[in-house]
């Protein structure tokens, strides 16, 4: 399915529930737009510095872990922009998966 909006995959959702409510079994390989539309869950608006409470004066106080396991653009753009509303106020630290495990990892 070339979806070109959420819309189109709440409509292929629906079809894909009516056809598993008569029994049929099917195997999806899928982005996660897909898994949202068929599980129903509604987008949200990406978080921001101010919903972490990183604008705060007091926020050097406060703690956190954003784990970030994904190399999408859409990702990325949303951790950039994070990074930066926060005004150096995260600790951005980077793990390359292939240091960590000791060998190259097939993408």
Same mark, same amino acid.
């Given at each position: 399915v070339n979806a070109c909006? %959420? %819309?189109d995959l709440t409509v292929v959702a629906a079809a894909v529930l009516a056809v598993e409510r008569r029994g049929k079994r099917l195997l999806y390989r899928t982005a996660a737009s897909f898994?949202? &539309?068929? !599980? @129903?869950i509604n987008p949200i608006e990406s978080l921001t510095p101010e919903d972490l409470h990183?604008? /705060?004066?007091? &926020? &050097?106080?406060? @703690? @956190? !872990?954003?784990?970030v396991g994904s190399y999408v653009p859409k990702t990325t753009?949303?951790?950039?922009a994070l990074i930066e509303g926060a005004k150096g106020r995260l600790l951005q630290v /980077? !793990?390359?998966v292939e240091e960590l495990v000791g060998e190259e990892v097939e993408g």
């Amino acid at each position: 399915v070339n979806a070109c909006s %959420a %819309a189109d995959l709440t409509v292929v959702a629906a079809a894909v529930l009516a056809v598993e409510r008569r029994g049929k079994r099917l195997l999806y390989r899928t982005a996660a737009s897909f898994v949202s &539309s068929r !599980l @129903g869950i509604n987008p949200i608006e990406s978080l921001t510095p101010e919903d972490l409470h990183l604008t /705060e004066p007091s &926020s &050097s106080k406060l @703690g @956190g !872990l954003i784990v970030v396991g994904s190399y999408v653009p859409k990702t990325t753009t949303q951790v950039n922009a994070l990074i930066e509303g926060a005004k150096g106020r995260l600790l951005q630290v /980077e !793990l390359s998966v292939e240091e960590l495990v000791g060998e190259e990892v097939e993408g």
